[in-house]
DNA sequence: TCAAAGACTATACAAACGTGCAATAACTAT
DNA sequence: ATAGTTATTGCACGTTTGTATAGTCTTTGA
């Protein structure tokens, strides 16, 4: 239809909107992204704003959603992707999870910052619920799968207990990765990853090959 | 306000106010700890708050030091006590990490917003770095003296390297834990902490026993 | 070519913000 | 008792906040 452009206009405009809020907010934290700020960092007017969202929270619920979907979307294309090997799909999860884009100072700030609103904002814990149940339980197969083709059998509390175990370390080997060092680089951080999922799980595991993703 | 009130020591009441300063944090996040906000909250006027701290960012500054305290206390105090085994040690640090008073969403909440304000407030970071590189170093000689105990060595890359993941389980299985669930209590991921160290170190750790600390 | 639509700007406004300050009540020392 | 100190109040000021609204500019469809 005629009217698709017209769409495309708003949809590119309201992601610009978008992106110009995360700045904010990871530059200054949630109380950073007033609309004149917004405003001056998209370089538009404070009314267009609201032209855009309805209310400023509307925004910012927004900006949440893309946060999540940047923290989740390397996970998720390891996911969506055909590798046979158990192994190689529990490998190339963790590195996904731990190193890669999104071990970043910033995206950290951002999580930090929705993450302590989650108390005050009840739709922003709702999106938050939706997101995180389904990651936390994207181990338990992935880590079942390699037991099987390993021939070992484990009981369902066992697995249960080591994702909460492998979810732990990857998500503290996150949050340190994207803290500025000067020692460790964050594939580093993924090489631990993979050596503790080996020490925790018993198994060898390949080291990801160069190529991305 | 009432027409009468209550005097009290300046030191209680300053104590008060962090409190009550916690409280909108935890509550609200960053952005709800108004001085009015924060006044209602400890049942006082406004413009005490100006009296006790001469800007409303030194209060803020305040509570996030004692926030820091909070967190680190169990763990310091384990450091402090004279335990001679240096796998009762180790475990019973890992279950001042974990579990606890400091298991609470309410902490989780009050990390997570002064976490998102370090890249806007230098001398938070400051403050974070000054309390947070001392917790990082504190794993490595706990494990040095228990390899020590075992009669095992450990290149001293290998030692740092365990230290990281030893930190990143326990720091993520602190996170999962404050997060109300309906299935684990805090002491499961205590168990699950022990378990991955266990794993981890290759070591059999005690389990600590009932009594508190 | 022209009216309709909508993306966009400019400005205004009430509420909430941190802070300044004079007045007051309660404690302390003598 | 009384003077001095200070914890505390109450209010006012200027700034910043989110939102509302009227008007302008650009694009679209026939």
Redesign the interface.
Known sequence: MSDTFRRMQEFDRRAELVRATLDC????????ATVRAVAAAAGVSIGLIRHHFETKENMVLEAYRETIRMLTAPCDRVLAAEIESPHERLARFIRASIGGEISD?RI??LW??F??????DPEMKRIHDEAHLPYRSSFEPLIRAVMAAEGRHLAPGEVA?LA??M???????W??GCLPKQA?TSED?VA??L??AE??L?VALPRPTNTKD
Chains 1, 2 share one sequence.
């Open positions: 907010i990871a530059d200054k934290g949630i109380q950073g100072l950290l700030s930090a910052a993450m302590s609103q989650l108390n005050a207990r909460i175990a979810t732990a370390v990857i998500d503290g080997l949050l340190e460790e951080y631990i990853g050596e503790a020490a925790l018993r």
